[in-house]
Nanobody, 127 residues
Framework: QVQLVESGGGLVQPGGSLRLSCAVS????????MGWFRQAPGEEREFVVG????????VYEDSMKGRFAIARDNAKNTVQLQMNSLQPEDSAVYYC????????????????????WGRGTQVTVSS
């Protein structure tokens, strides 16, 4: 049974940084396509960043490129999301997602692409 558990959320001041982690059990992240999404109150869940299966690169939401970075740690079977220069509008629940059913036509920005989801971790950016 596949499980994803996010951690690392919390309260941070504007301009600060956080690193989120997604621990995966039941399958290996090395063969997965992984993604991070976020959802603010009253908003749709939106794509943040994804890492393609087979180490074929990453996909970023344009507004987050340069501030956010995703990395896979195969030894720990985790995926991290490094977030820098955080602003109040980045406040949301952040979700990790995974899929092992990927190919060259996969839409990594789509929620429907991902098979498994974590329960999320809250990030609040406030002074």
């Amino acid at each position: 049974q596949v499980q994803l558990v996010e951690s690392g959320g919390g309260l941070v001041q504007p301009g600060g940084s956080l690193r989120l982690s997604c621990a995966v059990s039941g399958r290996t992240v090395s063969s997965a396509a992984m993604g991070w999404f976020r959802q603010a109150p009253g908003e749709e869940r939106e794509f943040v960043v994804g890492i393609k299966g087979g180490n074929r690169g990453t996909v970023y939401e344009d507004s987050m490129k340069g501030r956010f970075a995703i990395a896979r740690d195969n030894a720990k079977n985790t995926v991290q999301l490094q977030m820098n220069s955080l602003q109040p509008e980045d406040s949301a629940v952040y979700y990790c997602a995974a899929s092992w059913q990927w190919n060259s036509f996969s839409d990594y920005r789509s929620k429907e692409f991902y098979e498994f989801w974590g329960r999320g971790t809250q990030v609040t950016v406030s002074s």
